[in-house]
């Protein structure tokens, strides 16, 4: 399912700093009752050692003005913010948050929200082209020969680009329906030249592809991606993407 909030910045307040993802994930966490936002928070969807919190977002989408010295980004006509989860009950909870608060904080600036609409986007078969609505973060955390280790990021069409999102959606799987992952592997293609964005959450730098993608393999795998975010580090604002040229199941709310 992918939420599309529409959001106007007001006037009086502070431009964001240009590396916001943590102020976004944040509010996310704000907009949901205590009880599920701790529980996804600390725990959230277990498979194996690992655990998933079930969302990704996109960047801020709109015109906006930024300032390299101060190292902030303001938004002067209105920003569009997307998330996506395939856990109904996150949505429910925090489209009626958005709409009954009609304002959300991203740090000291205030952002109205004026428009939430949500579109359940579907994988219809073993081929989904999708666009990447935040960088695709794909990584393996290797061990240097000296000693130490270093985190490797593989782009769009590479080979372990393509094994790590395969493992990453089949854990995805794993831990929200409680059940093995089908079996096959997702290839990415990309139908566009990928762009590098070197990102910081939280004072760790981290590295992502925005482009097209032609995604090939098992369809519930597809889901997964189009509903979870595609590669690591989803609910940190990275791996948000939406199906390409889908016009079907939307649903709008305006204030």
């Known amino acids: 399912m992918h939420t599309y909030i529409k959001l106007r910045m007001d006037p009086s307040s502070p431009a964001i700093p240009i590396h916001y993802n943590y102020l976004i994930q944040s509010a996310i966490y ?18 194996g050692k690992r655990s998933f919190k079930m969302f990704s977002f996109s960047r801020l989408l709109g015109r906006f003005s930024l300032d390299r010295t101060a ?37 000291q600036s205030l ?5 939430v609409r949500f579109d359940e986007q579907k994988a219809e078969g073993d081929v989904l082209t999708v666009r990447t609505l935040s960088p695709v ?23 372990e680009f393509d094994r790590l999102i395969t493992a990453n959606l089949a854990k995805k799987y794993e831990a929200f329906h409680g059940r093995r992952a089908p ?18 959450y939280k004072n760790t730098v ?22 979870a975010g595609l590669g690591g580090k989803g609910s940190q604002g990275y791996g948000c993407v939406e199906k390409v040229l889908n016009s079907h199941g939307l649903k709008c709310c305006k204030k």
């Open 30 to 47: 704000a907009a949901l009752p205590e009880d599920m936002a701790a529980r996804l928070h600390d725990g959230g969807f277990q498979s």
């Open 71 to 107: 190292g902030t980004i303001a938004f002067p006509e209105g920003v569009s913010l997307v998330i996506t989860s395939p856990d109904t009950e996150l949505f429910l909870s925090l489209i009626n948050n958005l709409l009954t608060k009609s304002s959300v904080r991203l740090g």
């Open 111 to 115: 952002f109205y929200v004026e428009e």
């Open 137 to 159: 973060v794909v990584y393996s955390t290797l061990l240097r020969p000296e000693g130490g280790k270093y985190t490797c990021y593989y782009q769009p069409g590479e080979r």
């Open 183 to 200: 079996e096959g592997e997702i290839r990415a293609r990309p139908l566009n030249r990928p762009r590098l964005h070197v990102t910081s």
């Open 206 to 227: 981290v590295k992502g592809y925005t482009c097209r993608l032609r995604l090939n393999g098992p369809r519930d795998l597809l889901q997964m991606a189009l509903d």
